[in-house]
């Protein structure tokens, strides 16, 4: 089935530093959507792209849908303590009708003070 | 408004029990997705209900199976409980026809342990 791979698995950072992860699929994607999980917590919407190049803020978090349609990006200008979490890139299928969303395995971000 | 709510947070089961999770919709949502997560990984689509009837499904096998209700909660059975159905499942609500993407809000999720 259609997967999505995310690098890097887990960060570990210094706070104030920047963080850069990315997320790859052989398919393309027509949205791309930025997950952040805390612990005991279900996903929350960071970032939603919809359009290829679209390059998308949130705060301190931005966000591209690479131009093949098959990547994204997320950035994290300084990090901060409440940064710590796990990042999740997800996207429904281009084709069905399920309304599924196919996610990424993760990737961790741990900041320290 | 209300968010997404699941019950209950915990459960303990052992194999071959059967077990019922529930969601509570946020407010004006007529669609529920459930989602599995396994420790490390990212959450597996098993199913969605639109309007009280199922509108897609994962690969999951028929032991998983799900209802929603007038007020658009909904419930996850799981019959025969093996080791690996041990996960946090995930339930999100949204709003729509259930076919295109809609942004879906998650609940916190119920821990379930299976022995």
């Known amino acids: 089935g259609q997967q999505l791979n995310q690098s890097p698995q887990s960060m570990f950072i210094q706070e104030g530093e920047d963080v850069s992860m990315n997320c790859t699929s052989s398919?393309?994607?027509?949205?791309w959507l930025w997950y952040k999980q805390d612990p005991g917590e279900g996903p929350v919407l960071l970032i939603a792209?919809?359009?290829?190049?679209e390059l998308t803020s949130n705060g301190r978090l931005t966000a591209q849908f690479g131009i093949t349609r098959k990547d994204s990006f997320l950035n994290i200008s300084a990090s901060i303590p409440s940064d710590v979490g796990i990042y999740f890139c997800?996207?429904?299928?281009?084709?069905?009708?399920?309304?599924?969303?196919?996610f990424g395995q993760g990737t961790t971000l741990q900041v320290k003070p | 408004e209300t968010g997404v709510t699941q019950s209950p947070t915990h459960l303990i089961k052992t194999r071959g029990q059967q077990v019922t999770l529930r969601c509570s919709s946020q407010?004006?949502?007529?669609?529920v997705s459930w989602y599995q997560q396994a420790l490390g990984q990212g959450p597996q689509f098993i199913f969605q209900?639109?309007?009280?009837?199922?509108?897609g499904r994962g690969n999951f096998p028929p032991r998983f199976s799900g209802l929603q209700f007038p007020n658009y909660s909904s419930e996850l059975n799981v019959n025969a409980l093996e080791l690996d159905d041990s996960a946090l499942y995930l339930c999100?609500?949204?709003?729509?026809?259930?076919?295109?993407?809609?942004?879906?809000?998650f609940g916190p999720g119920t821990r379930l342990t299976v022995l």
């Open positions: 407010s004006g949502h007529n669609t």
């Open positions: 398919s393309i994607f027509n949205t």
């Open positions: 792209l919809y359009k290829a190049g």
């Open positions: 209900y639109y309007r009280e009837e199922e509108n």
């Open positions: 999100a609500s949204s709003t729509g026809t259930g076919g295109a993407y809609n942004e879906q809000f």
């Open positions: 997800a996207g429904p299928p281009p084709w069905g009708n399920t309304g599924k969303l196919i």
